[in-house]
């Protein structure tokens, strides 16, 4: 159940990995290519090992964390894995009461909606997460040179869940917040901020190459008012880990009118969903410096619609070769679904884009 004999143990260190070299324009052999939520139900041996654990449980408990992150590694040869947790986990680290409900997602108990509401999230501390640097550390060993993506939810995307108290369409209740009680929201965001910044400090100390931001529902924002909500909660996340040596990503749905927003938050990799095509994405990110008009740009992640894997296989081919010439207009491209894999999924359509993706982008 290790990777000791695997091609990639042997290979360079994580932090020279194809995809970390990909992440930060440098020259690769081949795209690499993982998928969100490439753990997960899609998955029999998914649904073996969680069976009678609920999703919370299984997130804290470091070898269950370890043994369904490499699950699809040794099913499909992604270039990375990515840590099994979910967004959610530090706000519940961090005092919110809250569960994961099947088919529906994270439900809060009591919804933060008042100063007094915003009290019962407390700063996090490294020991309230302490399972998952020893998940890490676990990981970091058994994966040799595959890198591991660390991950965290972006602020205005966990604000959603905590004002909402759950899944939402609107975002009703967390915009009539933003518009109405702005102190109230900068200081909820500005908490969250907080505590995601530490909870992606502890994955960089135990050892993860890389880190996503997942902001999956900014994208029902104006470019304007993401600017002015949410973009310096992002940033500050963004830029505490400036120094910390992986690439950062990220990654919202929907986002075709953030994308340069999204680049100036200070990611080193711009996610992007379906709508958008790579090589017009690459156009609107600008590069490191800042300076416009997008001129070097930086690298992207995405973006085949999950729903083309339903599809006969010849149009999925035309479809993943059709991203991978799109990305090369980009500096970097790590290949990628432009959302998660759905459950319904064939896991074996999984394996054969992996090696569709090495194959046709060989250089
Ligand atoms: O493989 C991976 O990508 C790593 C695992 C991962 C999970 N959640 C596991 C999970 C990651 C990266 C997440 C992040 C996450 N969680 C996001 C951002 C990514 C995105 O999808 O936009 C969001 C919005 C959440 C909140 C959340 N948690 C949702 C919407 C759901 C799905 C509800 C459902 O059951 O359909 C969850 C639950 C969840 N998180 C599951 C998994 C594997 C399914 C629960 C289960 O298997 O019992």
Not at 81 to 96: E, M, T
Not at 309 to 319: D, M, S
């Amino acid at each position: 159940t290790t990777m000791e004999g695997s091609a990639a143990h042997r290979e360079q260190p994580a932090a020279d990995s194809v995809f970390v070299r990909a992440c930060r324009g440098l020259p690769v052999p081949y795209t690499p290519v993982w998928f969100m939520r490439q753990a997960g139900r899609s998955l029999p041996e998914y649904r073996k090992v969680r069976a009678g654990i609920a999703m919370l449980e299984a997130c804290r408990r470091p070898d269950l964390v370890a043994e369904i992150t490499l699950q699809p590694v040794r099913r499909h040869g992604v270039d990375a894995a990515i840590l099994f947790s979910d967004i959610v986990v530090p706000v519940a680290a961090a005092g919110i009461d809250l569960d994961i409900e099947p088919g529906t997602g994270p439900v809060v108990a009591e919804p933060v909606r008042t100063e007094a509401d915003l009290a019962r999230l407390r700063p996090l501390t490294p020991p309230d997460v302490s399972y998952v640097d020893e998940a890490v550390r676990l990981l970091a060993g058994e994966l040799g040179g595959t890198p591991l993506i660390g991950f965290a939810g972006a602020p205005f995307t966990l604000a959603s869940y905590l004002v909402e108290g759950g899944p939402s369409r609107t975002h009703a209740k967390t915009k009539a917040m933003m518009y109405g009680q702005p102190e109230l929201w900068h200081a909820l965001c500005a908490r969250l901020a907080g505590i995601t910044l530490e909870f992606l400090r502890v994955q960089v100390a135990a050892g993860v190459s890389a880190v996503q931001l997942f902001d999956s529902w900014a994208g029902t924002l104006s470019e304007a008012d993401y600017r002015r909500f949410v973009l310096p909660h992002s940033a500050h996340v963004l830029g505490g880990l400036s120094g910390a040596g992986v690439p950062r990503i990220h990654f919202g749905v929907g986002t075709a009118q953030l994308l340069t927003a999204m680049g100036e938050a200070g990611a080193d990799v711009v996610g992007v969903d379906w709508r958008t095509p790579l090589d017009a994405a690459a156009a609107l990110v600008d590069g490191p410096s800042g300076r416009g008009p997008h001129g070097s740009g930086r690298p992207v992640q995405g973006n085949l619609d999950p729903c083309v894997l339903f599809a006969p296989w010849p149009v999925v081919e035309r479809e993943v070769r059709r991203v991978l010439a799109e990305g090369r207009a980009a500096p970097g491209h790590v290949f990628n679904l432009g959302h998660g894999v759905l459950p319904e999924t064939d896991p074996e359509v999984l394996t054969r884009v992996v090696a569709l993706v090495h194959e046709a982008s060989a250089r």
